[in-house]
């Protein structure tokens, strides 16, 4: 029986309180049983001086138990700290490292700082865990306020102990368990169950092939759960880890950008091309949808050297000839004038019977290097004598969607996504995305 009750396969509770500190960059408070310790990310807009100029961040981190930490008080580290306490940062900065493609990051340090509140065994594996949760809320800071374009995180880090107490294998030992195990071992893994560390010692006998397997299986079930528990307590900010790719919108709309980022969510992080800081002006002077779609993401693309997608899209009616067409967004004369665009469309289907149309999108995906690629779509409707609904943009309010009885403004987000042109235009899109 463990000291604890608990069986030889079974970690002890955790809990991770995100935001513990709100001055931090990112930071949290991680329980493992009764162990606790403080992890925050810091961020500086600079690198050790022999990384400067190589385009690359770095990840360190520093690691205190409190004087209160354990049973009799632990004096405080000073200039010069402990052995263990250096070998244990240089643990958590090694396996957070794996965790983060420093190229991404830029040049710019994030320093990992775990203080340990309570210190009742795997105060090291706990602040391995607890630095991933804090890490990834810096790198999700960094992302809301537009320093970084997509998070530099890369791999889930997590980390147990596990060890021998009289012949029997045991998960995530306390301190009254570590005191008189026969074998002690900690495991640092990733989200794929590879190992990034695996430290083992037999201090009161060796330890044979068959305990191992049972160790490490262990170790990998314990991971495991705690990885669970670490996007949990993250909610949200779980994204910020392993992200889709980056591609850019070479849009200003903000209703395309938002339906864009919807559609392609599974396969690119979508950002607009702003946030590279590209602004324009792009000359859309070509003929057709696809032509106009072609240009801005080759531009962008050309620009930032990042891969684009562009969109064109438009209304053609069919008693106009197909007006207003390419000509959208500007039918009135100023661009993007939406109120003024559908007045003159009804102005010029006055007397008209006939009141079929069309949307038509295309949308262009260039990657650096490689040919532009198109996928276009059509959602068939008919134009309405005065507006209706309220959501939308440009002639939503004037196109019925006769299947639904319903004008795209009149449709919320997930049913106008489900049907509109540029739902069409994305589901060959994708279908070319996974071609890739």
């Excluded at 990834?136 to 306020?145: I, K, P, Y």
């Excluded at 602004?279 to 990042?306: H, M, W, Y």
């Excluded at 609904?389 to 969607?401: A, C, E, H, K, R």
């Excluded at 996504?417 to 071609?435: C, P």
């Amino acid at each position: 029986m463990r000291t604890d009750g608990r069986q030889p396969d079974e970690k002890r509770p955790v809990k991770i309180d995100i935001d513990f500190v709100r001055t931090a960059y990112g930071s949290c408070l991680i329980a493992t049983g009764n162990t606790r310790v403080i992890c925050t990310a810091s961020v500086e807009e600079t690198v050790p001086p022999f990384l400067k100029g190589q385009g690359k961040g770095w990840i360190t981190a520093e690691y205190a138990m409190l004087p209160a930490s354990t049973g009799e008080r632990k004096k405080r580290d000073g200039i010069k700290k402990d052995g263990r306490s250096v070998e244990i940062q240089r643990l958590i900065g090694r396996a957070l490292r794996q965790a983060v493609d420093l190229e991404k990051l830029g040049e710019r340090t994030i320093t990992l700082d775990c203080d340990v509140l309570e210190a009742d065994g795997g105060t090291r594996t706990a602040s391995i865990t607890g630095a991933m949760v804090a890490l990834t809320c810096a790198a999700d800071r960094l992302v809301r306020e537009k320093k970084l374009l997509v998070s530099p995180v890369i791999h889930q880090v997590a980390a147990v102990s596990a060890g021998i107490m009289e012949d029997v294998p045991c998960l995530d030992l306390c301190y009254q368990e570590d005191s008189r195990a026969q074998v002690d071992m900690n495991f640092v893994m990733n989200e794929k169950g590879e190992f990034i560390e695996l430290q083992g010692t037999g201090e009161g006998r060796a330890f044979t092939g068959n305990e191992l397997e049972t160790l490490m299986s262990y170790g990998a079930k314990g991971i495991r759960e705690l990885m669970d528990a670490q996007r949990e307590a993250l909610g949200k900010r779980a994204e910020q880890i392993s992200p889709k790719p980056l591609l850019l919108a070479a849009t200003g709309n903000e209703h395309k950008l938002r339906e864009l980022r919807e559609m392609f969510r599974d396969f690119y992080t979508i950002a607009p091309m702003t946030d590279a800081g590209f602004f324009g002006p792009i000359d859309e002077n070509a003929s057709t949808f696809a032509g106009n779609a072609a240009i801005k993401a080759e531009a962008v693309c050309e620009a930032t050297g990042l891969p684009a997608i562009a969109d064109d899209s438009g209304l053609e009616v069919d008693a106009l000839d197909g007006e207003p067409g390419v000509h959208s967004a500007r039918y009135a004369g100023e661009h993007g004038n939406d109120e003024a665009n559908n007045d003159l469309l009804l102005s010029r289907l006055e007397g008209k019977t006939d009141r079929s149309a069309a949307f038509r999108c295309a949308l262009a995906l260039k990657l650096p290097g490689k040919e532009t690629l198109i996928a276009e779509g059509k959602c068939p409707g008919t134009i309405l004598y005065e507006r209706r609904g309220t959501g939308g943009f440009g002639y939503d309010p004037l196109f019925l969607y006769e299947p639904m009885g319903k004008t795209y403004a009149e449709m919320n987000e997930a049913e106008k996504n489900g049907i509109s042109h540029r739902a069409r235009a994305a589901e060959k899109m994708r279908e070319i995305m996974a071609a890739l």
